[in-house]
């Protein structure tokens, strides 16, 4: 091999301890090298200038293996075991000299010529590299996000009271923890058994509406069916419940862009993607899991949904604006505080919002207008019922 091999030289504002940086975020986890490989590059990179890194210049080293060795605390086997597995690799490029020695002759701080271990592949692989760690950064968010969902997938699993469901779930995932799990494509199946088995429980077949007539069920359609400790039997349900006849897609014609886009991932507008958007929403509005699930157990998780929807709406009018709610998680905890379905309308005001859709087209604003969207009859009312129910939720609420 060439004495005088060069190379193409860094990006521009690049120097050599940002490419031995780039080599130690990605060399175990991208290219599986082994500790003391990497620790011999960086030593590699110290006995190098920086004037060795720029275009058309020969960047190499040709200490002796036992010097490194010495300098390491390893014996001269393991550095050249770690020479040859990073020159497998294409990372450096070995030509010694004469019965293997090493030599070379710097002029003005500028190699000429070296016979050792040449830098030239490590330095022109850095485009490569910095691709390497931006997938590796995209994965470690993907298994993040996925651990987080299983934590939160765990927690209702457990809250739903269900002894079989929690022993399932252990089978799925033994002690509840993924911290040792790396392997993103086992994450995500966990997650998927996990939500499956939740699905089961949490969404069964309506009933006969004319149950209804001879039945006094609660108005929940969702199991698991938890009664708080107010309820009473006297208060019964309402002979065809109004909510069976809203479907999903007339609750999204009030809904924010954000959230029909998380509709829109899982699949479309139905009853449990609308209750899964709105479990999902809570954590963007600052609702914890335990308001959500006070309000799926005061009036059930298609209420509860729509009453989030409902909220995430009208936390998007401007500021200042009369019936902006400032507070999503208050407003909630108001809904519910005022006894849950029995204190607000859901019925009535999809109903409006759908007579409003089919009877007239949406106004459009002037254009000096168009910071403020404009509000319908139903926009209104819902918005007063919002203000009307954060204004009376204490500050702790």
């Known amino acids: 091999m060439s004495t005088t091999l060069s190379h193409k030289g860094l990006p521009a504002g690049v120097g050599r301890f940002d490419l031995l940086r780039l080599f130690e975020q990605v060399a175990r986890p991208g290219f599986g090298l082994s500790s003391t ?17 720029l275009s058309g210049r020969i960047c190499a080293v040709w200490t002796q293996a036992c010097r ?24 450096i490029i070995r030509n010694a000299g004469i019965n293997g020695e090493r ?8 190699v000429v010529w070296a016979a050792g271990i040449n830098l030239a592949p490590l330095v022109e692989r850095f485009a490569e590299m910095q691709a390497k760690a931006e997938a590796l950064e995209l994965r470690t968010r993907a298994i993040q996000q996925c651990r987080a969902e299983i934590r939160q997938l765990g927690q209702r699993i457990r809250e739903a009271g269900d002894e079989d469901l929690r022993e399932r779930a252990e089978t799925i995932l033994p002690d509840g923890r993924t911290a040792r799990i790396t392997n993103i494509d086992r994450l995500i199946a966990i997650r998927e058994a996990l939500s499956a088995m939740l699905a089961a429980i949490e969404f069964v077949p309506e009933p ?21 400790k107010n309820s009473s039997r006297r208060r019964t349900a309402r002979v065809g419940d109004p909510l069976e006849r809203i479907r999903p897609a007339t609750a999204l014609v009030v809904a924010t862009e954000s959230y029909r886009g998380i509709v829109a991932v899982l699949g479309g507008p139905t009853w449990p993607n609308l209750v899964e958007a709105s479990w999902r929403s809570c954590g963007r509005l600052g609702i914890d899991q335990s308001s959500w699930g006070r309000a799926c157990q005061q009036f059930g998780r298609e209420r509860a949904a729509l009453s989030v929807l409902l909220i995430d709406r009208n936390a998007e009018l401007p500021l200042g604006h009369h019936y902006r709610v400032g507070s999503p998680a208050r407003c909630l905890a108001g809904m519910v505080r005022r006894g849950g379905s029995a204190g607000v309308n859901l019925a009535g005001l999809f109903r409006a919002t759908e007579r409003n859709a089919q009877q007239a087209p949406p106004p459009v604003a002037p254009p000096e207008q168009a910071i403020e969207p404009p509000l319908g009859p139903l926009a209104h009312l819902t918005a007063r019922l919002m203000a009307s129910v954060e204004r009376r939720v204490t500050p702790d609420g």
Do not use: W
């Open 68 to 91: 490194f060795a010495e300098a390491l605390g390893l014996t001269p086997r393991s550095i050249n075991s770690a020479e040859r597995e990073l020159e497998k690799a294409g990372f």
């Open 103 to 110: 030599a070379g002759d710097r002029q003005d701080g500028i």
């Open 208 to 228: 006969d509406p004319r149950a209804l007539k001879t039945s006094d069920a609660p108005e929940e359609k969702c199991a698991p069916n938890i009664q708080d």
């Open 37 to 53: 490989a990497v620790a011999l590059v960086r030593h590699y990179v110290l006995k190098t200038m920086d004037g060795d890194y």
